[in-house]
């Protein structure tokens, strides 16, 4: 039985239904209907009651009406609806832009679908699902503290500015006379240590920290 109504907010008509088909997945969730942006969605709450939803999945960067906008006007209107955030934006001033606007939850769009429904039941439940990063993230802002700084070994911190070249993983492993299953530990121990998933991940640390410069 679907006890909790979802709207998906995304300017991609081939994600959007994507998204539609995967929640109607869920057991206790089904999706009403998806917008293109946020002035869609104002139009569907304006039209009938029935077409408010008690979750809207909301994209961010969308024209004629982005997510924040959207969210911001979703929280005044009706603060009884919660907007949970399903975007490929990542960086920590759009995220906090989404909160602070009224979203209770931020997830990215490669979000495995077990993680989605989990959200949702969270939110359904609890009215908020937030992310470490996130917690993190928000403990951060309103601390007004500057993350602890990761320390990075020597060795680590020569890999990193090497890893932002276009040399490969052997070629790395030769310039600093190591094998290649060295490297592939630094490698692995630094996605771990920082958090991110590949190597463009390692490049936007080492440039964010100024490790490198390009």
Known sequence: MNNYTVVVVDDHTLLSQAIEAMVNTFEQFKVLYTCKNGKELTEHFADSPSKV?????????????????????????????NVMALSVEDDD??????????????????????????????????????????????????????????????????FLKLACSELTYKEIADIMCLSPKTIDNYRNELFTKLNVKNRVGLVMYAIKNKIYTP
């Open 53 to 81: 939803p008690n979750i809207v999945l909301m994209d961010i960067n969308m024209p004629i009406m982005n997510g924040i906008e959207t969210t911001a006007w979703i929280t005044t209107n009706y603060p009884e609806v």
């Open 93 to 158: 001033s759009t995220v906090l832009k989404m909160l602070k606007a009224g979203a209770i939850g931020y997830l990215l769009k490669d979000t495995e679908k077990s993680v989605l429904e989990k959200a949702l039941l969270e939110t359904a439940k609890h009215g908020f699902y937030h992310t470490k990063s996130v917690t993190q993230l928000l403990m951060k802002s309103i601390t007004g503290k500057i993350e602890n700084q990761i320390d990075l070994k020597e060795k680590e911190i020569e």
